[in-house]
């Protein structure tokens, strides 16, 4: 089948363009749920963002440029010396925007005598805020600091979109397992099988269902598929496919679902391959991403071509997957 074959031949580069994306995977979930709060509604919303590294929250908001709306930045500094400056300042952006990021709020609540009031700033003027704030109110804040805003600024906590996780956190512990992957391009039978059975070896033993043992079950099924054997790597995608959503890692489990696509494809299965391709597009343009478009984009038009659909396959390569 001509158009399996191309299929298989473009998995690497759709990958590669998954893997590119430069935040931690494991917030692939929150960015989609924020993504949608945004776009959901034009009126006031009141949203929590935890951070712990303000580099870190820098590239996040980057990233949120790509998504379809207008953002602003508030940077709460000296000049903003209560909180009814803090008001006339959000005013000010009505209009301008869908979306207003509010930042350096551990630093204005930091000082011990201003803490309480504008605390309370909060809490009595909820009906305010949402009367001046037309937009998403994006409050980054420490941990600490959001469940102080929860104790002592009840009232307006209780009228929360929602609070999301976005601190760094610190790197899944490697194993030396994890880190010995063959290079599959030149490695024999003989070292392909010797790889599967450490791997298999190693997930009998350890049972954490962490990001490190969904990649090597993601490896697992693939060195299977080197070896002809697409049931055994099915079923390792899939599981690796099953943690990557417990962990609500989206990106990851793209990845996952472009390799149990790009087989069900070779098998004739284009129907199943189609949708699950046309899904993945849509979370590239969801997360504000246009990396793995086009990898994407080409696989379906393969699909449609292999299915004898030539005008949409034709209108898919010159208009969505050429531009990328």
């Known amino acids: 089948m001509a158009a399996a074959s191309s299929l298989a031949s473009q998995v690497t580069s759709s990958l590669q363009d998954i893997t590119s994306w430069?935040?931690?995977?494991?917030?692939?979930?929150?960015?989609?749920?924020?993504s949608k709060l945004l776009t959901a509604s034009s009126s006031f919303r009141l949203i929590l963002l935890e951070f712990n590294d303000p580099l870190y929250r820098d590239r996040i908001i980057q990233q949120m440029t790509q998504f379809s709306i207008r953002t602003e930045l508030l940077v709460l500094?000296?000049?903003?010396?209560?909180?009814?400056?803090?008001?006339?300042?959000?005013?000010?952006?009505?209009?301008?925007c869908e979306a207003v990021h509010v930042l350096r709020l551990e630093v204005w609540l930091a000082d011990a005598k201003t803490r309480e009031s504008r605390f309370k700033g909060f809490n009595y003027h909820r009906e305010t805020l949402a009367e001046l704030c037309p937009f998403?109110?994006?409050?980054?804040?420490?941990?600490?600091?959001?469940?102080?805003?929860a104790l002592r600024a009840p009232d307006l906590w209780a009228w929360r979109t929602d609070v999301l996780d976005l601190s760094l956190q610190p790197a899944w512990t490697s194993t030396p397992?994890?880190?010995?992957a063959v290079e599959r391009g030149s490695a024999s039978v003989q070292n392909r099988q010797a790889r599967i059975k450490e791997i298999e070896e190693y997930l009998d033993r350890e049972s954490g269902k962490d990001g490190g043992s969904a990649l090597l079950r993601l490896e697992l099924g693939q060195l299977y598929n080197d070896l002809g054997d697409s049931t055994q790597?099915?079923?390792?995608?899939?599981?690796?496919l099953a943690v990557f959503r417990e962990l609500d890692d989206r990106r990851q489990a793209a990845m996952a679902q472009v390799l149990i696509a790009d087989i069900k494809a070779s098998q004739g299965n284009t129907e199943y391959a189609l949708k699950i391709y046309k899904e993945i597009v849509k979370l590239f343009d969801e997360l504000?991403?246009?990396?793995?478009?086009?990898?994407?984009a080409g696989k379906i038009a393969d699909v449609l071509q292999d299915r004898g659909e030539l005008d949409e396959a034709l209108r898919i390569r010159r208009e969505e997957q050429l531009p990328v």
């Open 177 to 180: 397992v994890v880190e010995r």
């Open 22 to 34: 430069e935040l931690d995977s494991q917030h692939s979930g929150c960015l989609l749920r924020l």
């Open 288 to 296: 504000g991403a246009t990396c793995g478009r086009g990898g994407d």
């Open 136 to 149: 998403a109110l994006l409050l980054w804040m420490t941990k600490a600091d959001i469940k102080d805003f």
């Open 233 to 240: 790597a099915l079923i390792a995608f899939q599981q690796a």
């Open 77 to 96: 500094d000296e000049s903003i010396v209560d909180f009814s400056e803090f008001e006339r300042q959000l005013a000010a952006l009505a209009g301008k």
